[in-house]
């Protein structure tokens, strides 16, 4: 069937919205969520203190994007929500429950009577980071390799989302978390941290690195597909530039790395948003490969979309909504510029 009109754009509005949406949260919760993984790298009170004021203003506003993404989903595309969740309900849930764990702890940790119940905090804390990154990992790999589908409803197994490609992309994630942390205290820290974060950093984007390449080179063999994106033509010219500009970025990214200095500006930024291009170019890859499935590889966004009515309708709030958004989300993140230290907070 021709779609026309509202009937095509909509969903591909939506689409665009929602893809956003879990983007901005994966780099702004990526880089928090990042902090946690660090942490048994920090041997030192003092640096986690400062690690987690760095973040202290912003972490709570990241994962409204989480929220609007989800939403989203149900709202806009409720046959993906009813197909999709059933399928990933074990590491949601864990993904959750972990989100949870690290903001209790987070809070907690300020309030601890003792260096014991601090550091018993600072653990949680860490754990959560640790299980929310990875479970979201998880669900990505298992989502993309396909969900198993019969007629409207999910009709795969309980375990279907555990796989040695899910726990692959599981790591994944936690070692690029653990990259956007590292470079986010390289950016917002000075002295003995900020040396500590240039070695973490090195380290994880080592890892991070190695891990786009090995799920790069398995992608395309999950699904006919993705084979006939990657390695067919014409779509081969089409999808080539994606992997010279991950190449590119990655030789920019160690090169900012070795010209750090640690004395502020964009120099310490450098890494950071060059870490966020990394992924934003593998999130592209993803797109690359899915387009236009929104169930891979049962339904596209326009089969699972609600009626155009009920779209336009949300298009409306969420045109207001999304601007709102992203300006206190800026302006926070301006009045909260600077290097952070143990002794003057922000300054």
């Not at 994007?65 to 309900?89: D, I, K, R, S």
């Not at 790591?171 to 390289?186: S, V």
């Not at 160690?254 to 500006?265: I, Q, Y």
Request: net charge neutral; with cysteine.
């Amino acid at each position: 069937m021709l779609l026309t009109g509202w009937a095509f754009w909509l969903p591909l509005i939506w689409a665009v919205l929602i893809a956003l949406a879990v983007f901005l949260y994966v780099c702004m919760d990526g880089f928090d969520l990042g902090i946690g993984i660090l942490f048994p790298f920090l041997p030192e009170k003092a640096e986690r203190d400062v690690a987690v004021n760095t973040v202290a203003p912003v972490w709570d506003g990241n994962e409204t994007w989480l929220v609007l993404g989800g939403g989203g989903l149900l709202a806009v595309f409720p046959l993906a929500y009813a197909v999709v969740l059933p399928a990933l309900y074990m590491p949601l849930i864990l993904m959750l429950l972990a989100l949870v764990f690290r903001g209790v702890a987070f809070e907690m940790r300020f309030r601890a009577e003792n260096g014991t119940q601090q550091l018993w905090w600072d653990r949680a804390f860490s754990w959560g980071s640790m299980v929310a990154a990875f479970t979201q990992g998880i669900a990505l790999g298992a989502f993309v390799q396909g969900i198993e589908v019969s007629g409207r409803s999910y009709a795969g197994g309980w375990w279907d989302w555990l796989s040695p490609f899910s726990v692959l992309t599981g790591g994944a994630l936690m070692a690029g978390y653990a990259l956007l942390g590292a470079c986010w205290l390289l950016w917002k820290t000075e002295g003995p941290l900020h040396a500590r974060a240039a070695t973490l950093a090195w380290r994880f984007a080592l890892a991070t690195v190695a891990a786009i390449a090995l799920v790069s080179a398995i992608m395309p063999f999950l699904q006919p597909a993705f084979a006939a994106r990657w390695l067919t033509f014409p779509n081969l010219l089409f999808a080539a530039p994606v992997p010279v500009l991950v190449a590119f970025l990655i030789w920019r990214f160690f090169h900012a790395l070795a010209e750090d200095t640690g004395h502020g500006g964009m120099v310490d930024a450098r890494p950071f948003l060059l870490a966020l291009g990394l992924f934003a170019l593998s999130y592209a890859g993803l797109g690359v490969s899915m387009w236009p499935m929104i169930v891979p590889p049962a339904f596209s966004i326009w089969e699972a979309a609600a009626p155009p009515a009920s779209q336009g309708f949300l298009l409306v709030g969420a045109a207001v909504l999304i601007p709102v958004i992203l300006a206190y989300t800026g302006y926070v993140y301006w009045l909260f510029r600077g290097k952070v230290t143990h002794e003057s907070g922000y300054h």
